[in-house]
């Protein structure tokens, strides 16, 4: 046993060698170096493990969007939700969001509009559930909340009338009126199909409800064809300004305004009118130039020079001038160069001729009057030849007509065809 | 109440020393290696410091791992050591020479040992481990690592006697 233990002993005072301290230095560098990079990619193991954890985060919100996005359009395009269905109140959400959206008056006009038909529709839809209904109690919620409907259907249509209001371009505000009307019609459908199940479920104060919103949407109607006559009316005043002149008669200023998109059947009368004025020009041609050579012949003999440019162009050359008149002037009327001519022609007449009454000389298309305007001014011999040519002084004042008004008096002849035929008398009595 | 577990630094500075004699004795007291071995062993400890258990002692998993690593080093490299610097560890005492002399000798012998003689001898006597923790690092029962002990020490004082 001594033995043993001493051999224990022996044992246990082995020699324990340390490790060196460079040694020891060393691979304590190594461990630190390993857990630094150790770290390191626990790092980079954490942001990859990050990115995981977003892109799943991410997925999630993607399904939820989805799922809420679905369930929002289901709602938003579905009219059998009405009050009291579990997405109603989605679906009024997402029209507070397109309601917000509608940036501009027209849009929010037809936005108003399409949530006014909305209301109506529901109120329908309530309206054939409340026919199922067998409790009163039932039919008497439902009603209510077909009369809420209804209230703001109608405040959804004065929201939209007033959007129109506000458009500043009128042909917009016209095409939106237009729209307006058509889907109004359909407004009144329902109601009027609400005002059936009311009267078939013996509910006065829906059937009441229902007729003055049926009051409001043709008032509303109403409105709108007045405006469109109210702006026509601020479309005459406009070319009045325009023209700056005060003189010009209504009825002048009613032809362009008919002649605006609207009206095509007095286009058409007057492409029909243009057509017999052009041949009547063919014929006055020739009238126009013998004419024109027995002015020269006068001159010539008078001894009075007139320049060329003093001419109306109509006489010299009036198939030219024809096709240079204005559109909104009838083309078979003297043309800018020509009222000009006539102007300088009316400033250099007496007093007196220029006073004379527009509307005593019916013969108011002869372009070749004007010319003898000119000579007329010098004597009394002039006069005379007015007495003996009496063209030249019906022409003159005709001719200042055309410029101003007396085209359209014409026009309004036109209409029924007298014009040429005035013409014709007149060239007859001559 | 859960342990937090030390830093891997601590458990290093704790037992670097332990593992080095460890390896010095088994192969052959060659230091360079030894330092290389238990540089190796720390290295790969740390690796699998995740999957320590901070709730039991270190002491016995080093010391399997370092065993483990031992094994693998015989298996590619032939045994070499001759027990030449063995005198190298020895205390330098002069005027206990004859203690000197009986320490180089019990070290020869045990060098010559059987490899489980050997190992069981050395990680109770020169690394200090009790017979639970050398049960555990050599996995066998804590009676079976008394017994071989036993048998061990039988085996050397035999030698020593010779």
Redesign the interface.
């Known amino acids: 046993m001594n033995?043993?233990k001493n051999?224990?002993k022996?044992?246990?005072?082995?020699?324990?060698?340390?490790?060196?301290l460079a040694?020891?230095l060393?691979?304590?560098f190594?461990?630190?170096g390993?857990?630094i990079l150790?770290k390191a990619a626990r790092l980079s193991d954490f942001s990859v493990s990050g990115k995981l954890n977003f892109r799943s985060s991410l997925a999630a919100a993607l399904v939820v969007i989805i799922v809420f996005s679905g369930t929002s359009i289901y709602a938003y395009a579905n009219n059998e939700i009405a009050p009291g269905h579990s997405l109603y109140a989605l679906k009024r959400a997402m029209e507070k969001v397109e309601a917000q959206a509608a940036l501009t008056n027209p849009l929010k006009a037809k936005t108003f509009q399409k949530f006014s038909a909305r209301r109506l529709e529901e109120a329908l839809h309530l309206s054939q559930r409340q026919a199922t209904d067998d409790q009163d109690e039932q039919k008497a919620m439902v009603s209510g909340e077909i009369r809420k409907n209804i209230d703001e259907a109608i405040a959804n249509i004065t929201s939209a009338a007033s959007a129109v209001n506000e458009i500043k371009d009128s042909a917009k505000a016209d095409a939106v009126k237009n729209e307006m009307k058509e889907k109004d019609n359909f407004e009144i459908k329902y109601l009027n199909q609400i005002a059936d199940g009311a009267a078939l479920n013996k509910d006065e104060a829906l059937v009441d409800k229902v007729k003055e919103a049926k009051g409001a949407m043709e008032k509303y109607q109403k409105t709108w064809n007045n405006d469109r006559e109210d702006d026509q009316e601020n479309k005459i005043e406009k070319i009045r300004e325009k023209e700056g002149s005060k003189d010009a008669p209504a009825d002048n200023i009613k032809q362009e305004s008919i002649r605006a998109p609207e009206s095509k059947k007095p286009s058409e009368k007057m492409k029909s009118s243009e057509k017999k004025q052009k041949k009547n020009q063919d014929k006055d041609e020739d009238k126009d130039k013998d004419k024109s050579k027995e002015v020269r012949e006068i001159e010539e003999v008078k001894g009075i020079k007139i320049d060329k440019n003093e001419i109306p162009a109509v006489i010299l050359k009036p198939a030219e001038t024809a096709s240079t008149s204005p559109a909104i002037v009838q083309p078979s009327q003297p043309s800018a160069v020509q009222s000009e001519a006539n102007n300088t022609q009316a400033t250099s007449t007496a007093p007196s001729q220029t006073a004379q009454p527009l509307t005593v000389q019916p013969s108011t298309e002869n372009n070749q009057q004007p010319e003898a305007a000119s000579p007329e001014n010098n004597s009394g011999e002039q006069v005379e030849q007015k007495s003996s040519t009496p063209v030249a002084p019906t022409t003159e004042t005709v001719d200042r007509d055309r410029d101003g008004d007396g085209d359209r008096n014409g026009g309004e002849r036109d209409g029924d065809g007298n014009r040429n035929t005035d013409g014709e008398r007149d060239r007859d009595n001559d | 109440m859960i342990k937090k577990k030390p830093n891997f630094v601590f458990y290093y500075n704790q037992f670097k020393d332990k593992i080095y004699a460890y390896f010095l004795y088994r192969i052959g007291f060659d230091r360079k290696l030894a330092e290389d071995l238990t540089s190796e062993v720390f290295l790969k400890a740390l690796k699998k410091f995740d999957d320590f258990d901070g709730d039991k002692p270190f002491q016995p998993w080093i010391f399997t791992i370092s065993r483990n690593h031992l094994i693998n080093h015989y298996k590619s490299a032939k045994r070499e050591t001759a027990l030449t610097e063995v005198e190298n560890f020895l205390p330098c005492h002069d005027n206990r020479a004859e203690e000197r002399y009986e320490l180089e000798r019990v070290m020869k012998i045990i060098d010559g040992m059987e490899e489980g003689d050997r190992e069981v001898l050395l990680l109770r006597y020169v690394q200090g481990l009790d017979n639970g923790e050398i049960a555990a690092v050599l996995e066998k029962e804590e009676g079976a690592i008394r017994t071989r002990i036993s048998r061990s020490l039988t085996k050397l004082r035999e030698l020593l006697n010779e």
């Open positions: 033995n043993m051999l224990e022996i044992l246990e005072n082995l020699p324990k060698p340390k490790l060196r040694a020891g060393k691979i304590k190594k461990l630190y390993f857990i150790s």
